[in-house]
């Protein structure tokens, strides 16, 4: 839920839209940058007011988890090349026990299973490859200001 998404449309002089989703805001504020980065992505972070998680695939493939107040539970089964997400781990665990896929994933040795820990701010990169990189962003700013150019 972002609360601010009217007033960033104003302020950035974003065109109107027939989209009422209020995350749609974030489209928007990314495609104003050069190119879907994690740098880029923390500065439109930085602008957001309000309870949220959000996920995000770019053109190449990568696949961005971003972590604001809103709960995200992250497990990744590296023999298996499986990522899973979703708002609650409790949720996660009950929807892998209920697919076909669960029997499989144990077969793999626990210590490839990595749960992900993820605090408010974080925002974990996933590559196409698999590859895993961690960064941040200051989730507390709603100060901050929208600079077009960089």
């Not at 609650?88 to 820990?117: C, H, M, N, Q, Y």
């Not at 590859?131 to 929208?146: C, L, R």
């Amino acid at each position: 839920m972002i609360w601010n998404d009217k007033s960033l449309r104003k302020e950035i002089g974003l065109s109107n839209t027939k989209i009422e989703t209020d995350s749609y805001i974030i489209a928007q504020l990314l495609e104003h940058r050069d190119a879907i980065t994690s740098e880029n992505i923390s500065k439109v972070m930085e602008l957001l007011e309000g309870s949220f998680s959000v996920s995000i695939l770019d053109s190449a493939e990568n696949l961005y988890l971003i972590k604001g107040c809103n709960p995200l539970s992250v497990i990744n089964f590296r023999d298996e090349g499986i990522l899973v997400y979703v708002s609650t781990e409790s949720i996660l665990w009950r929807a892998l026990i209920e697919t076909s896929l669960f029997p499989r994933l144990l077969r793999g040795k626990l210590e490839t299973l990595d749960v992900i820990d993820l605090e408010e701010g974080d925002i974990l990169k996933v590559s196409k490859n698999g590859e895993i990189s961690k960064h941040s962003f200051n989730f507390t700013a709603t100060t901050a200001s929208w600079d077009v150019a960089t």
